[in-house]
């Protein structure tokens, strides 16, 4: 199993709606692949990771290396592992704006340069990724859009009232 992580900076900013859209349509093609990620960004600076066969999320990369809304990519880190990390979802994103966020060890990176400087540091960006994977993923336990990304999750189905 490969993870990749990388950084890039958005050509333009996108407006929540087009994260959305870019996640909804990664989520569909990733769960074809086998692929599961999760996204950050933050004034216009981007992390992601990615975890999958070798092959496949190499392929993966390569496409979405060649995306003309962003730049300044640079590769942080390349681990191979038994198993993933971020294995949750096909892939989803967390927008940082939560307050509570960046409390703590996080205090320094709210500005937007300060994050822009600081995430192509391999160790910062890993742990941005992660305190924004966990909180996700307490919020996908009671918010049925966002369980819909799940990695496997059965789709929501409505039952006829019982009469």
Known sequence: ????????????????????DICVRSSANNRRLGVTGFLVEHEGTFLQV???????????FDRISHDERHCNMAVLGRWERPGRSFGFW???FGPLDDPSFWQGEFADLR?????RRKSGDAETALAVLCRAYVFAGTVAGTDPVIRGFVLGYPPATTQPASL
């Open 1 to 20: 199993m490969l993870t990749l992580l990388y950084r890039s900076d958005a050509v333009s900013l996108l407006p929540f709606s087009a994260l959305a």
């Open 90 to 92: 096909a892939m989803n």
């Open 111 to 115: 500005d937007g340069a300060a994050f």
């Open 50 to 60: 990615l975890e999958g066969e070798p092959d496949v999320v190499n392929k993966l």
